[in-house]
C-alpha cells in the first residue's frame, strides 16, 4: 500500500543524519525510466512560505506541468530560512537530477520538520546520494517512514481505479488546518493526463479531504501535496481520475487525523442547514477550532451547550430555536431544548465521532475532520528541542 505499488515508479527513504534521532529522514519518489511525466501540485495559503514550495512551483511553471522525481527532507522545514533556504531548496533538485540523470528543473522538493534552522547541506547531501542509489519498486514503505516528523505510525494509501492506479504517502500529525491542512503528501499514478486535467483532479480531490481537516487551527509554511501520472496505463476517465486521487486522499486524511498528536478521539463535524455552504463551513470550523470543545471530547464529554455557544459566536445566520445536535444517533439539543439520551456516554467513548449540528437556516453544509486536545499534545509542543 504505497506509491511504488503504482507501475513505473520507484522511492527510497534513509537515514542521513538530519533528525538527532537517528530516524530516517530522506526520501525521494521518481519515474522508473527517469523520464519527466505530467505533474501538479497544490500549496499552503500561507504567506510565510517555505523554500521549497517557492521552487515546487517555480519548476512546475517552468516545465508546464512536469517532474521526474520528488525529493522529500524530514526533521527540518527550511523554512524562514532567508535567501539561504532557497539556494539549498535549489541545491537538493540539483543534487537530485544529478544523481536520477534527469534535468533540475524536473524535481520537486519538499521539506518538514522545525521552521527557522538552516538545512544541514553535508548530510542532505549525502542522503540524496544514498537515496538515488537504493530506489527500487519496493521502496515506497522506507519512503513514507522517511517523511514522519511527529507520526507516529507512517501513512500510505493505494487506490485501484478502473484499469489504473492511484497510490500515495503522506505525513502530518499537527499544524494541521485547511487550505491546506503541516503535512506533506506525494500521490503517484499510471492513469495518463495532461498536467491541466492533473491540477483539476488534484484540486477537487483535496478540497473535501485535506481541506476539511483540522488538528489545531494552524496552518503550515510547508504544506504539499503533488501527483505525477506516468500514462502507463493509458487514458483514463477524468471523473474516474478525480473520485480515485479524491479517495486516496481521504484515506491519507483520516490516517492523519487519527494520528494526531497525542488526540484520542477523531471527531466528523457536519454542520447542514446553514444559509449557504460558506456560512456552514465558518461554523463548523469555528468549533472544530475551540479548544474548550476540544478538552470536552478528550473528555468524552458531549458539552453541546459550548458547540451551541460557538455556532451562535461564529457569525452565521443562527437561531437557537432551529438549532438540533446530535452526536451520532443521540440528538442532544432539539430546536432550542436539551436532550439527554442515556446511551451518549457509552458513544462518547468511542474512537471516532459523527457530530451532527443543523442550523435550520438553509441549505449550506460542510463537514470539518478534527481532533480533541490533550495533555499529550501540549506536551508534544512545549518547545522546538
Not at 542522503?127 to 517523511?147: D, L, N, R, V
Amino acid at each position: 500500500m504505497s506509491v511504488t505499488e503504482v507501475p513505473g515508479f520507484t522511492a527510497a527513504g534513509v537515514t542521513c543524519g538530519i533528525k538527532p534521532s537517528g530516524k530516517p529522514d530522506l526520501a525521494i519518489v521518481t519515474t522508473a525510466d527517469g523520464a519527466a511525466v505530467s505533474a501538479a501540485g497544490v500549496f499552503t495559503s500561507n504567506k510565510m512560505t517555505a523554500a521549497p514550495v517557492l521552487v515546487c512551483r517555480e519548476h512546475l511553471a517552468t516545465t508546464g506541468g512536469k517532474a521526474a522525481a520528488v525529493v522529500l527532507n524530514s526533521g527540518n522545514a527550511n523554512a524562514a530560512t532567508g535567501a539561504q533556504g532557497m539556494a539549498d531548496a535549489r541545491q537538493m533538485c540539483k543534487e537530485t537530477a544529478a544523481a536520477l540523470g534527469v534535468a533540475p528543473e524536473e524535481v520537486l522538493v519538499c521539506s518538514t520538520g522545525l521552521i527557522g534552522y538552516a538545512l544541514p547541506m553535508e548530510a542532505v547531501s549525502a542522503g540524496i546520494t544514498a537515496a538515488a542509489a537504493a530506489q527500487t519498486a519496493e521502496g515506497g514503505p522506507q519512503a513514507a517512514e522517511a517523511i514522519m516528523t511527529t507520526d507516529t505510525v507512517s501513512k500510505q494509501v493505494v487506490v485501484a481505479g478502473n484499469g489504473f492506479t492511484v497510490g500515495g504517502i503522506a505525513k502530518g500529525a499537527a499544524m494541521l488546518e485547511p487550505n491546506m491542512a503541516t503535512m506533506l503528501a506525494v500521490l503517484v499514478t499510471d492513469a495518463a493526463a495532461d498536467p491541466e486535467t492533473l491540477q483539476q483532479a488534484l484540486r477537487a480531490g483535496v478540497a473535501g479531504t485535506f481541506n476539511t481537516l483540522t488538528v489545531d487551527g494552524a496552518e503550515s509554511t510547508n504544506d504539499t501535496v503533488l501527483i505525477l501520472a506516468n500514462g502507463q496505463a493509458g487514458p483514463v476517465d477524468p471523473g474516474a481520475l478525480t473520485q480515485a486521487i479524491a479517495d486516496a486522499c481521504e484515506s491519507l486524511a483520516l490516517q492523519m487525523a487519527d494520528d494526531a498528536e497525542g488526540s484520542t478521539k477523531t471527531v466528523f463535524l457536519r454542520v447542514t442547514g446553514a444559509a449557504s455552504d460558506a456560512e456552514a463551513a465558518k461554523a463548523a470550523r469555528d468549533t472544530a477550532n475551540c479548544q474548550l470543545v476540544k478538552c470536552s471530547w478528550y473528555g468524552q464529554d458531549p458539552y453541546w451547550g459550548r458547540i451551541a455557544s460557538e455556532m451562535g459566536a461564529a457569525g452565521v445566520a443562527f437561531d437557537h430555536t432551529n438549532l438540533t445536535i446530535a452526536y451520532g444517533p443521540h440528538v442532544v439539543y432539539d430546536h432550542g431544548e436539551p436532550a439527554h439520551p442515556p446511551e451518549l456516554a457509552e458513544y462518547m467513548t468511542g474512537r471516532r465521532l459523527d457530530l451532527h449540528v443543523d442550523l435550520g437556516m438553509g441549505d449550506g453544509s460542510a463537514r470539518i475532520i478534527t481532533t480533541d486536545l490533550t495533555h499529550a499534545y501540549i506536551d508534544e509542543n512545549m518547545g522546538t528541542s
